[in-house]
């Protein structure tokens, strides 16, 4: 995936027998969607043109140039869709987009470069900071709170993390507690 594209939906499949397409819509108004007219695939080649849309639960539902029967829009269920970083509006001062943070070295508060920012990632219960170790091994998550993030530096090209310190782990179901 070309690093100026972001991801802004997914085609879910056919809503309708008429060509409609659900898209589940990965911005903060759904219908911004439809600002981006001419929507692109993840290697930046053309994917649809949207004509129309309306919300509809967990996202849109729209219309879009030369999808015209239920079979073609089931034909791209799954279709991740993208538009140019340089087409979104500059976000207010202290403001700034997700994608924005990918790239970031993660400091502790004592400076320690623990790694950077690998992805962005929201699974239902918020977003998700993605971090690849500076001395390798495994990615760890973070949970992207202002108590875990207190600082974002996209000027200087760095957040301040701090990692918890203690996890709670439960025993499972049949397990004696200690």
């Known amino acids: 995936m070309s690093s100026n594209l972001l991801l802004i939906g997914r085609v879910g499949g056919a ?20 600002q981006y007219k001419r929507l692109k695939r993840a290697d930046g080649s053309p994917a649809l043109t949207i004509t129309s849309a309306r919300l509809n639960k967990g996202g849109v539902v729209a219309r879009a140039k030369g999808i015209d029967t239920k079979e073609a829009a089931d034909a791209l269920r799954g279709l991740t869709l993208h538009i140019d970083r340089a087409d979104l509006p500059e976000p207010d001062e202290d403001e700034f987009y997700l994608a924005d943070l990918i790239g970031l070295s993660a400091v502790t508060p004592e400076g320690e470069v623990l790694g950077k920012v690998k992805s962005v990632q929201d699974f239902g219960a918020g977003d998700i900071l993605e971090i690849e170790p500076a001395l390798g091994g495994q990615t760890w998550y973070l949970g992207f709170t202002r108590e875990a993030v207190p600082t974002v530096d996209i000027a200087g090209g760095k957040l301040t993390v701090v990692r918890p310190t203690e996890i709670e782990v439960r025993p499972e179901d049949g397990e004696d507690e200690a």
């Open 15 to 34: 809503h309708g027998v008429r060509g409609e397409l659900r898209i589940a819509t990965f911005t903060a108004d759904p219908l911004a969607l439809t």
